[in-house]
């Protein structure tokens, strides 16, 4: 699977929009963009994917972009729940290792 | 509530014991897999299942076996455990291999080989 770059940390105001970037680069036509966060002690927790259009769920957006080498998550309105290690993983799912390949994830800090 | 359910949620062993993670889905779904987490760092897979009688290797499969008798059931077993397998473990499921509905996890087994 292709590599993705995020940021170690961000930090953002409660009832702000956030926008956490990934960076890929290396994306090839048939990988998926997952977002998965992780909140403290607990397992990772699906959030949103994409191949090319963005989507959106009750949860959070995601803005592809158009040659596909970058995504953006969009937390529309933070909360202090929202403060979680969140990864973006590319995932084709026609091949490839198996499972998602984790990296290091965006830390996101939440101010009240 | 439906999901992944993982026992126990703390688990201290000495070097050498054996033991088992045990993990059980309700949603019928056919992929289950075992990640552990070291820290600071990203989840790493040890081993999967595409369905019942069906398992295969993932990234560190070194010190751990699976068996998958059920759809249900997925139990990770160390047969002799070592401090490096010391970590917090995930058992995750989908309803396909390809994952594309998402996965889900469980809440994890913190392990500590002493």
């Known amino acids: 699977d292709a590599k993705t770059t995020q940021p170690n940390s961000m930090e953002s105001n409660e009832e702000e929009p956030v926008h956490l970037p990934c960076n890929h680069s290396?994306?090839?036509?048939?990988?998926?963009i997952h977002w998965y966060r992780q909140l403290p002690s607990q397992g990772p927790e699906y959030v949103i994917h994409g191949l090319t259009s963005n989507v959106n769920n009750r949860m959070a957006s995601l803005a592809i972009a158009e040659d596909r080498k970058s995504s953006t998550l969009i937390l529309h309105r933070a909360t202090l729940r929202d403060a979680a290690v969140y990864y973006c993983?590319?995932?084709?799912?026609?091949?490839?290792?198996?499972?998602?390949?984790f990296g290091k994830g965006t830390h996101l800090i939440i101010q009240p | 509530n439906a999901g992944v359910t993982q026992t126990p949620k703390f688990q201290v062993l000495k070097t050498g014991q054996s033991m088992t993670l045990q993990c059980a889905q309700d949603?019928?779904?056919?992929?289950m897999s075992w990640y552990r987490q070291d820290p600071g760092m990203g989840l790493r897979l040890i081993h999967y299942s595409v369905g019942a009688g069906i398992t295969d290797q993932g990234e560190v499969p070194n010190g751990y076996n699976v068996s998958r008798s059920t759809t249900e059931d997925f139990p990770l077993r160390l047969l002799s455990a070592a401090p490096s397998q010391t970590s917090v473990y995930f058992c995750?499921?989908?309803?396909?291999?390809?994952?594309?509905?998402?996965?889900?996890f469980g809440s994890g087994t913190r392990l500590t080989v002493v």
């Open positions: 993983i590319l995932r084709d799912p026609g091949g490839g290792a198996d499972g998602l390949t």
């Open positions: 949603m019928n779904h056919e992929y």
């Open positions: 995750a499921s989908s309803y396909s291999r390809a994952g594309g509905l998402g996965y889900t």
């Open positions: 290396t994306i090839s036509g048939t990988d998926y």
